[in-house]
């Protein structure tokens, strides 16, 4: 099992951008996901994060600029970043909580996708 993580990049403050990480590989069912974010020097801090069922939960400073979403059938967990602020520049990593088939829970990650943001 792999999340592949896509759509960062360098946009100036106040613009947006939209993440997405996908689950590929063997057959499995995703229960939570999210995204976490590290800035340099800094430690991994949790992002957002989204249940299968929809319960959503935001770190206090992206409350009302970004939103998680996520479509089940195509096992995949959206980012939309809005108003971002240079703060936001970081690494940003996907996050699964599944089962696979023949496997156990477990917790997976993406490879991560920088954001940079320029004031």
């Known amino acids: 099992v792999q999340l592949q993580a896509s759509g960062g990049g360098l946009v100036q403050a106040g613009g947006s951008l939209r993440l997405s990480c996908a689950v590929s590989g063997s057959s499995s069912y995703t229960f939570g996901m999210g995204w976490f974010r590290q800035a340099p020097g800094k430690q991994r801090e949790l992002v957002a994060t989204?249940?299968?069922?929809?319960?959503?939960n935001y770190e206090d400073s992206v409350k009302g600029r970004f939103t998680i979403s996520r479509d089940n059938a195509k096992d995949t967990v959206y980012l939309q970043m809005n108003n971002l602020k240079p703060e936001d520049t970081a690494v940003y990593y996907c996050?699964?909580?599944?089962?696979?088939?023949?496997?156990?829970?477990?917790?997976?990650w993406g490879q991560g996708t920088l954001v940079t943001v320029s004031s």
């Open positions: 996050y699964a909580r599944l089962k696979p088939t023949s496997g156990n829970l477990d917790d997976y």
């Open positions: 989204i249940s299968r069922y929809g319960a959503i």
